[in-house]
């Protein structure tokens, strides 16, 4: 198999042949409690006042807190740190006056017990349900209430760090690489990746003086989700059909959460994990194509698992493809998919030579039992699909609701919020008067924005609600996806069924039911007309407007396959190679009447990423040497109202490792109108210089910089570093030797670890304050 190469996002295939209308072809056709918490910004800081609040009251759950707490921190007027400067050194740098230090890297225990990571000594795969995971993504902070021992906004000296594991980096996850025997991983491996995926909770304190941040090890609350955690189903979707498998006949249940890339929190103090680009992790045969209904097949296609009609060839004794007289290959199938009439079934080897990205299906199950290997086989096997896991797909690309405070109950898949390649999840800006609302991409090229407008206002005495407050706000609402007009407004469509032409009689699919639509919510997308963009990776909310925030990290196809438009309006050459939008860009809406229950919207493109030397119809943001970045992905207004913007990119690695930018954006419509140098009019917000723009810090060498959170004082900010010499083709011979470098620079023989960083000012300062 080839899948043991490094795997990169990019690979991931654009599955959206819809023929949806591109702004180009329109364009051518032409101070009590609730006061206090509805005034209050949003994100962390209302949490900290409904918190409190909370604790004030006569329902108190046990939350210590009894007086108002103190201001949070002002937002800064202007950003005054020294930038940092676009380097390829092997290390994290941060601006003068900070530090950095590792705090969490891939294999460190989480329990006592457990050795400390040893390069050449590396632990059993089923230690790591006991050590970080790999490839470390989308994080939040949740103030620990020492007392109660729940959620406390307000706490900075103790709180829990909840991260993802995206994927691994089997190059240095295992002693020797991946291997493959006969055919088959090793369980042992296999084991030991399954572990690496998920999310960990992890307890940390914090010295008041000094500001050093520590993980508890012996905490009761440290503990692993991986991609074998046993997890409920909640929603539209819960006990349907499609949800049924061996495992949960009754598709109640499924096990695991795996490629949980961008993340979210809610004000009731629970994590969001993301399901990403789950669907590489399943391998169907060859000859499942026979066994599946046309629906069938239009929803696998839809979601990446349609079969490559290049491998179905009738096969040599050496595994190669037999040829025709003329040297053709001998299809099974023609290339639409139909049975060639005049071969025999019998003499057929319909045969797929392709593994899942990890092979997890080949393994065999000594340590577990077989069912735990064959469930990423998504094949028709048995009479029923409650005796196999043809639905094991649907089973994934959801929204995960964890409780970390929580350790009891397992974790959620929230169906309502619908299924596809998810990447973040935030919630609107809290407020008594209005629906609490989340906010949501689908990266992959020319995919969607979603929100789900819960049927619910927000109760601040909600917060501490656990699970039982994710059903109230997460299982009934709204599901709309985005449609922008070239003129800078936007609509809502709903993706309901029996509305919008969204039934039995769809030419996307045959919606029977909310279930339907809500599993298969590209396909519903795609019938309602939602606008293909350019890589929806990160959301962030504005705690000062409400405004929303969407990362479009870039998109190859922009302006060849994906046909140009007012929100998507770049197409040109990177100067290293590479064409289409090449850096990407932010955009930004504001919802009319700033309600969550809007059915439109306005909106404006607040930064175009781009190389500061840049031609000026390309760079048209402005950008200069200490704030030129390329491929926008992760993102995070911190509670005062400062936007954190982190790079994950392939464009700019020639000057600059990947890297973090503080912000401080103005509003939609700041800006004016412009044209790209594709020659398409858009509205850009205003140019940004670099007092409200700049380079924060830079990572390590090939890696991503991705998961951004903060204590409540904002004295410790914490970022992640993933796959740092990612390109390294051999275990013995790495690329970057990170985070030894960062405190021993001269280090050559360490294998590079991804890893949570953790930022303090020497002097015990405000992070990005005066
Ligand atoms: Fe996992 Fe879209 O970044
Ligand atoms: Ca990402
Ligand atoms: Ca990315
Ligand atoms: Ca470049």
């Known amino acids: ?186 369980e042992e491996e296999v084991i030991r990746e399954v572990n690496a995926h998920g999310v960990s909770v992890i307890e940390l304190k914090k010295d008041k003086a000094t500001q050093k941040v520590e993980i508890v090890k012996n905490s009761l609350f440290n503990r692993r989700i991986t991609a074998s955690t046993v997890m409920e189903f909640a929603g539209p979707a819960a006990g349907s059909a499609l949800l049924c498998t061996r495992f949960s006949p009754a598709g109640r249940q499924t096990r695991g959460t795996h490629n949980n890339c961008g993340n979210g929190y809610t004000p009731w103090g629970t994590y969001l994990t993301t399901e ?29 698992l349609s079969l490559s009609i290049d491998y179905l060839y ?114 609107s800006r809290l407020r008594a008067d209005d629906n609490l609302a989340f906010y949501m991409g689908d990266d992959s090229r020319g995919e969607y924005i979603y929100k789900f407008v819960s049927d619910q206002k927000w109760d601040a005495k909600d917060v501490n609600g656990g699970y039982a ?11 709309y996806v985005a449609e922008f007009n070239n003129d800078g407004t936007g609509q809502w469509i709903e993706l309901a069924y029996g509305k919008n032409g969204l039934d039995e009689g769809s030419s996307a699919y045959p919606f029977e039911s909310q279930a339907d639509i809500v599993t298969f919510a590209r396909l519903a997308a795609d019938e309602v007309g939602a606008t293909r963009m350019d890589r929806p990776e990160w959301v962030a909310v504005n705690p000062e407007n409400g405004e929303v925030y969407v990362t479009l990290t870039n998109n190859s196809n922009r302006g060849t396959a994906h046909a140009l438009d007012a929100a998507n309006p770049r197409n040109y050459s990177d100067p290293e190679g590479g064409k289409g939008n090449v850096n990407g860009h932010i955009i930004r809406f504001r919802e009319t009447g700033d309600t969550t229950t809007a059915e439109s919207f306005t909106w404006d493109i607040y930064l175009f990423g781009a190389e500061a030397s840049m031609a000026e119809n390309i760079n048209l943001s402005g950008l200069n040497d200490n704030n030129d970045l390329s491929s926008p992905d992760g993102m995070w207004f911190d509670p005062r109202g400062v936007l954190w913007i982190q790079t994950d990119d392939g464009a700019y690695t020639d000057t600059t490792n990947c890297m973090m ?35 924060f810090l830079t990572g390590p060498k090939e890696c991503e910089i991705t998961g951004v959170t903060m204590t409540p004082d904002y004295k410790a900010i914490f970022i992640n570093v993933q796959h740092p010499g990612e390109d390294s083709e051999s275990y013995d011979a790495p690329t970057s030797h990170w985070p030894a470098t960062q405190t021993d620079s001269g280090n050559t023989t360490a294998r590079p670890r991804s890893a949570t960083v953790v930022i303090t000012r020497k002097d015990g300062g405000v992070i990005a304050g005066a």
């Not at 998504?378 to 089973?395: F, K, S």
């Not at 407050?469 to 609402?477: E, I, Q, R, T, V």
Request: aromatic share 10%; proline share 6%.
């Open 1 to 186: 198999m080839t899948e043991l190469s490094p795997y990169h996002e990019d690979q991931e295939l654009d599955n959206n042949a819809s023929n949806n209308e591109h702004f180009r072809d329109i364009l051518e056709q032409r101070i009590s409690r609730r006061s206090l918490i509805t005034k209050t910004a949003s994100g962390a800081v209302a949490l900290a006042l409904a918190s409190s609040l909370t604790g004030c009251g006569s329902d108190d759950d046990g939350n210590a807190s009894t007086t108002p707490p103190a201001d949070p921190a002002e937002k800064p007027k202007k950003l005054t740190f020294k930038p940092v400067s676009k380097n390829l050194d092997d290390i994290v740098t941060v601006p003068e006056g900070y530090q950095a230090s590792i705090l969490y890297a891939m294999g460190d225990p989480i329990n006592p017990a457990y050795a400390a990571w040893d390069d050449n000594n590396v632990p059993k795969g089923p230690s790591f349900m006991y050590r970080s995971g790999d490839c470390h993504d989308g994080m939040s902070y949740f103030g620990l209430n020492s007392n109660a021992l729940n959620y406390d906004a307000n706490a900075s000296e103790r709180g829990l760090l909840v991260m993802n594991h995206e994927y691994i980096n089997p190059t240095f996850l295992h002693p020797e690489g991946p291997t493959k025997v006969n055919g088959r991983r090793p």
């Open 469 to 479: 407050a994710g059903d109230k706000y997460m299982n009934s609402g709204k599901l």
């Open 314 to 427: 009738e096969k040599n004794p050496d595994g190669s493809p037999k040829k025709n007289a003329k040297g053709e290959i001998i299809y099974v199938l023609d290339q639409q998919g139909k049975k060639i009439p005049n071969l025999d079934d019998q003499d057929r080897v319909a045969y797929l030579d392709k593994n899942s990205r990890y092979a997890w299906e080949t393994a065999q199950g000594s340590y577990y039992a077989q069912d735990m290997y064959d469930r990423w086989t998504a094949d028709v096997t048995a009479d029923e699909a409650d005796q196999d896991y043809r639905n094991g797909p649907n089973t994934f690309g959801w929204i995960v609701e964890i409780d970390p405070f929580d350790s009891r109950s397992n974790p959620v898949k929230r169906t309502a919020l619908g299924r596809f390649a998810h990447e973040d999840c935030r919630a």
């Open 661 to 695: 930018l503080a912000a401080l954006p103005g509003q939609v419509g700041d800006g004016g109108q412009v044209k790209t140098s594709s020659n398409i009019d858009t509205f850009a917000g205003a140019q940004v210089n670099d007092e409200n723009l700049r380079r």
């Open 276 to 304: 990403e680009n789950f669907i590489g992790y399943f391998q169907r045969s060859g000859s499942d194509e026979y066994e599946r209904t046309p629906e069938e097949k239009k929803a696998l296609k839809r979601y990446g």
